[in-house]
């Protein structure tokens, strides 16, 4: 995934300045294609990567050990 397809990486708070969590923050309120796309990006990035469908065969290395 590219940076700003499926999430926003901001500096953590607190900051000297917030300007980046507030354009990505009303990037998001003002662009409901952008919250849609990045919401379906997002779930199926978790789900290819995270789910315990995708990690069965890493589970089941660490019990054979």
């Known amino acids: ?7 926003f990486l ?5 900051l000297k300045s917030t300007r980046s ?3 990505n923050l009303i990037d998001l309120l003002e662009k409901e ?5 990045m ?6 990035h978790v789900q290819k ?3 315990v469908k995708s990690q ?6 660490v019990f054979k050990q």
């Open 49 to 51: 990567n995270y789910s």
């Open 56 to 61: 069965v065969q890493s589970y089941l290395d």
């Open 10 to 14: 901001a500096e953590p708070l607190p």
């Open 39 to 44: 919401g379906k990006l997002g779930r199926e």
């Open 21 to 23: 969590w507030r354009k």
């Open 1 to 7: 995934s590219k940076k700003g397809e499926v999430a």
């Open 33 to 37: 294609d952008l919250r849609e796309k």
